[in-house]
């Protein structure tokens, strides 16, 4: 049976055959717009609210939903039909609500420092798995009396690596949730073909490429999928997605104490961003833990320092603001509540905790 957020139009058009052609106007509108559940459009019959209930029932079943930062942040652990578990994270700024959605249940990437990763690859989302993270947490806010304006796709799993779902979820947040495509974002370890791919769809959404290191060789023991794609194919890659897009690249930094923290880093860092000028926008983010990784994140000076000596370079750096650490939702902490390996870091000089 498909679930709410997995049939397209035309699937429940079949679905309302037999009811006046409006119907599918007011159910779709319903779902993407309002946001609610079908019992709550008191417009249509009372027999019809039902059916729709049951023939198409939700993907995510709430387990476990908390919140921290005087609840601007709430994190829902979902599980989903098939008992895997996968997380999402609102977070409720002054200025702007964004959603933070998972691709993946899981994520193959294995970089050692993150959470997900650590826990292993379960399997890929659905688009309706996807579309029904946003919209409900865009109803939540809707709730709250904001309005959710900004998707992240920065939770479990690796986007890049589930792109046709990925990418359906996309079309739907904004040509029916009505999201604009620019406050839509894209994070990948750097899957070049992905990134292609991207490049190749319509709508001018935003790249953000997990980079954490500036040379092969210290990138090659953070982040696995390094190895397949080189620096160079990946700079490559995203020279090319501005081309087309015009749309700033950013490049996000989780900052390692005695990793990829020291002035060499920054250096190397600001060199690789210097073909991108001002469209290149570093974000650096403090290591957050996790179970698996016994190494630190840089000290608040340290991670100012580090911004200082990129833009000294005339490189764009903003520090990323923390959201969640206690409840573990911040960067690299999704893990779903599953059992992570313990390990050591590989390759790296990091100091035990
Ligand atoms: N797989 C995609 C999407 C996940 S985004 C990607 O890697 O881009 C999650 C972001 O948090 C990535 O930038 C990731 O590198 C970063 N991250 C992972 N573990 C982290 C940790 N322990 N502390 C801080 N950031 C982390």
Partial sequence: ???????????????LAGEPRYRL????????TQLATPDELTSLPKALR?????ELPLALHQEIRRMSDGGDTVKYLWQLDDGNRIETVLMLYPDR?????SSQAGC????????????GFKRHLTVGEIVEQV?????EAKDMGRRLANVVFMGMGEPL????????????????????????????????????????????????????????????????????YPLEQLMNACADYLAVKGRRISFEWALIEGVNDRDSDAFELAALCKRFRLAAHVNLIPLNPTPG?????????????????????????????????????????????????????????????
């Avoid at 049976?1 to 679905?15: F, G």
């Avoid at 039902?50 to 049951?54: C, K």
Wanted: proline share 5%.
């Fill in 1 to 15: 049976m498909s679930t709410r957020y997995d049939v397209d139009r035309e699937q429940l058009a079949e679905q």
């Fill in 25 to 32: 106007d007011q159910v779709w509108q319903g779902l993407y």
């Fill in 50 to 54: 039902a059916r729709l209930d049951e």
């Fill in 97 to 101: 609500v964004t959603v933070c959605v």
């Fill in 108 to 119: 193959a990437m294995d970089c050692g420092f993150c959470a997900t990763g650590q826990a």
């Fill in 135 to 139: 919209a409900r947490a865009a109803r």
């Fill in 161 to 228: 690596a589930n792109e046709t779902a990925v990418w359906g979820a996309i079309e739907r947040i904004h040509g029916d949730i009505g999201l604009s495509a620019r406050h839509l974002t894209v994070s990948t370890i750097g899957i070049v073909p992905g990134i292609r791919s991207l490049a190749a769809r319509p709508l001018p959404v935003n790249l953000a490429v997990s980079l954490h290191a500036a040379n092969d060789e210290l990138r090659n023991t953070l982040v696995p999928m390094n190895k397949r």
């Fill in 293 to 353: 990784w016994p190494t630190i994140g840089s000290s608040p000076k340290r991670v100012q320092q580090f911004r200082d000596l990129l833009e000294s370079r005339g490189v764009n750096a903003t520090v990323r603001r923390n959201r969640g650490t206690d409840i573990d939702a911040a960067c690299g902490q999704l893990a779903a509540g599953q059992p992570v390996e313990i390990r050591t870091p590989r390759g790296t000089s990091g100091s035990p905790r």
